[in-house]
């Protein structure tokens, strides 16, 4: 979480304590709840919550209980083991562009000579407990998940995959750019074409695709509003019971 999320996240936090009917940490504990999960997106953290709300029906979570959840895949755009395992196998296909995690690329580069002997099985196994810890160790050590591309030869499939990756956010619009194929010379354009084509795909990138930083800013959005929309009508079915109880109460 960034300095700008502090007023979202203590909104968040108290909102999750009195849906449990709780008063809301002090300031100095919610400057350790904001210290221990410093390394997360606002919404992974916001989506953390609503999991544990939706499956704890007494007790307010503890940072070690919200850890835990984005722990298990919500805590940034690193994809599952078992995800990264598969776009590891395109990688096998020296005609496809893959864009995968630094922690993806080195994973598989510690299984790949089993994976050549024949043994999938006993390959896959050694590529998730690397990824594991990979993972674990880039999140401990609060690294951003790095995406890079390996380029195969097919310039249509790369084309794909790099222009997919840039409009997922995943690599930069000048980075995607630089690595898609140039126009076919057979076309008779001139260099000067050539180079205005070149721009012009560089353009569209960037007016298509979305930067990271948007999208975190939107999903940010999405799911506090979510998260508010979801405690006021907790706050209204309480209030409904709390009425209809003082009621029958006084009859």
């Given at each position: 979480m960034h300095s700008r999320d502090t007023s979202a996240f203590a909104d968040l936090l108290a909102g999750v304590f009195d849906a449990y009917n709780r008063v809301a940490?002090?300031?100095a504990t919610q400057m350790?709840?904001?210290r221990m999960l410093e390394p997360y997106e606002f919404a992974a953290v916001s989506a953390a919550f609503s999991q544990y709300v939706a499956n704890e029906a007494k007790f307010p979570p503890t940072p070690a209980q919200i850890l835990a959840l984005l722990g298990h895949g919500t805590g940034d755009n690193r994809p599952s083991a078992d995800e990264a395992?598969?776009?590891a196998l395109l990688s096998r296909d020296e005609a496809e562009t893959v864009v995968w995690t630094q922690e993806t690329a080195q994973a598989f580069a510690s299984c790949r000579s089993v994976l050549d002997l024949g043994d999938e099985v006993g390959a896959r196994m050694a590529f998730k407990g690397a990824y594991d810890r990979l993972v674990t160790r880039s999140r401990n050590e609060r690294r951003q998940v790095a995406w890079q591309a390996s380029l195969g030869w097919d310039a249509d499939r790369r084309e794909r995959a790099l222009t997919a990756a840039g409009n997922a956010g995943l690599l930069p619009a000048p980075h995607v750019a630089a690595?898609?194929?140039p126009p076919d010379p057979s076309n008779g354009m001139g260099d000067d074409e050539v180079a205005a084509e070149n721009i012009a795909r560089l353009r569209k990138l960037v007016a298509s695709a979305m930067s990271p930083s948007e999208k975190r800013r939107r999903a940010a959005e999405e799911a506090s509003q979510a998260e508010r929309d979801r405690l006021d009508a907790l706050k209204a079915e309480t209030?409904?019971?709390?009425a209809h109880h003082q009621q029958g109460a006084s009859a």
């Open positions: 940490p002090q300031p350790l709840w904001l395992w598969a776009t690595l898609l194929p209030a409904a019971k709390v």
